[in-house]
């Protein structure tokens, strides 16, 4: 589908490059740690060297970022606007390779997924959908841990 119709322009193609380009010079060029990585059984216990400069590159990539912004060389909407050139591509073809594509999987039911709340701990660690309940305004969220995002 993005072929026919919903590839990324060209400033958005510079913009993408222009960032991965900075990260691989961040990652070459910032300071950073050596470690080891966890042993390989299938290479007999091997630990490989990993170099990581991730909070150097982090926060000079917001240190750059910002001062593009403020000082109206690149605003960060910019971002936002080139993401997904959506107004550019055709709905109608959009639509017939969708149903094309859903037809080609045969018989499809659309229903509701419901999904169970659960706690498991192990090793001190709480994992699970867990609900929780705002006692002051009795707003209910449900929690994802560890670290409420997945992977």
Same mark, same amino acid.
Request: charged letters at 20%; hydrophobic letters at 40%.
């Given at each position: 589908?993005?072929?026919?119709?919903?590839?990324?322009?060209?400033?958005?193609?510079?913009?993408?490059?222009?960032?991965?380009?900075?990260?691989?010079?961040?990652?070459c060029l910032m300071p950073g740690v050596?470690?080891?990585?966890?042993?390989?059984?299938?290479?007999?216990?091997?630990?490989?060297?990993?170099?990581?400069?991730?909070?150097?590159?982090?926060?000079?990539? &917001? %240190?750059?970022?910002?001062?593009?912004? $403020?000082?109206?060389? /690149?605003? =960060?909407?910019?971002?936002? *606007? !080139?993401?997904?050139?959506?107004?550019?591509?055709?709905?109608?073809?959009?639509?017939?390779?969708?149903?094309?594509?859903?037809?080609?999987?045969?018989?499809?039911?659309?229903?509701?997924?419901? &999904? %169970?709340?659960?706690?498991?701990?192990? $090793?001190?660690?709480? /994992?699970? =959908?867990?609900?929780?309940? *705002? !006692?002051?305004?009795?707003?209910?969220?449900?929690?994802?841990?560890?670290?409420?995002?997945?992977?």
């Amino acid at each position: 589908m993005a072929y026919q119709g919903a590839y990324p322009s060209l400033k958005a193609w510079t913009m993408y490059w222009t960032f991965l380009l900075f990260q691989a010079a961040f990652y070459c060029l910032m300071p950073g740690v050596w470690t080891k990585g966890k042993p390989l059984p299938h290479e007999n216990g091997l630990r490989l060297d990993y170099y990581c400069s991730a909070l150097p590159s982090w926060w000079t990539t &917001i %240190a750059v970022a910002l001062a593009l912004h $403020f000082t109206d060389t /690149f605003k =960060l909407y910019q971002i936002i *606007d !080139e993401f997904g050139p959506r107004p550019t591509m055709d709905k109608q073809k959009w639509r017939d390779t969708y149903y094309r594509r859903l037809a080609e999987l045969g018989d499809v039911t659309f229903g509701r997924i419901e &999904i %169970a709340p659960f706690r498991v701990e192990r $090793f001190g660690t709480a /994992f699970g =959908l867990i609900p929780s309940r *705002d !006692e002051e305004t009795g707003d209910w969220w449900v929690e994802l841990p560890p670290g409420n995002s997945m992977a």
